[in-house]
C-alpha cells in the first residue's frame, strides 16, 4: 500500500556529513516513521523514530549528530546525518508503520510493515 524510497547513501570521509531523503507515495501518515541501519553482521537497530506530528527520539548513538526533518509538499522525511563516524557504517532504510496510536518508541524494526529499499552509507577513517 505504501511505497517508500531512499536516497543519498555513498561514501565520505569521518566528520564529513549526508543527507538521506526518504519519499513516500502515501500523501499523508498517521502513526510512527523511522530511520534504521544495520551494519555488515548486525542487527537493524533504530536511528531515529518520530511519531507523525509528533515527537521525535534518537539513538544514544547518533544524538546531537544525526536530524530528522519532514518536507510536507514532497511528502518526505529526511535523515540529515553530520559528524559521521566509521562505526555509522551501514545500509540505511525508513520504515512505517501506519494507523497505529500506540508508543512509536514501544516498536521494533520487525513492527514496521513498510520498507524502503535501503541506502548504502560508507565512512572512512
Known amino acids: 500500500q505504501v511505497q517508500l524510497a531512499e536516497s543519498g547513501g555513498g561514501s565520505v570521509e569521518a566528520g564529513g556529513s549526508l543527507g538521506l531523503p526518504c519519499e513516500a507515495a502515501e500523501s499523508s501518515y498517521r502513526g510512527c516513521m523511522g530511520w534504521f541501519r544495520q551494519g555488515a553482521g548486525k542487527e537493524r537497530d533504530r536511528v531515529a523514530i518520530?511519531?507523525?506530528?509528533?515527537?521525535?527520539r534518537y539513538a544514544d548513538s547518533v544524538k546531537g549528530r544525526f536530524t530528522i526533518s519532514q518536507d510536507n509538499a514532497k511528502k518526505t522525511l529526511y535523515l540529515q546525518m553530520g559528524g559521521l563516524k566509521p562505526e555509522d557504517t551501514a545500509m540505511y532504510f525508513c520504515?512505517?508503520?501506519?494507523?497505529?496510536?500506540?508508543?512509536?518508541?514501544?516498536?521494533?524494526?520487525?513492527?514496521?510493515?513498510?520498507w524502503g529499499q535501503g541506502t548504502q552509507v560508507t565512512v572512512s577513517s
Open positions: 520504515a512505517a508503520k501506519l494507523a497505529y496510536g500506540g508508543s512509536c518508541t514501544s516498536l521494533s524494526a520487525r513492527d514496521y510493515t513498510y
Open positions: 518520530i511519531r507523525v506530528g509528533g515527537s521525535i
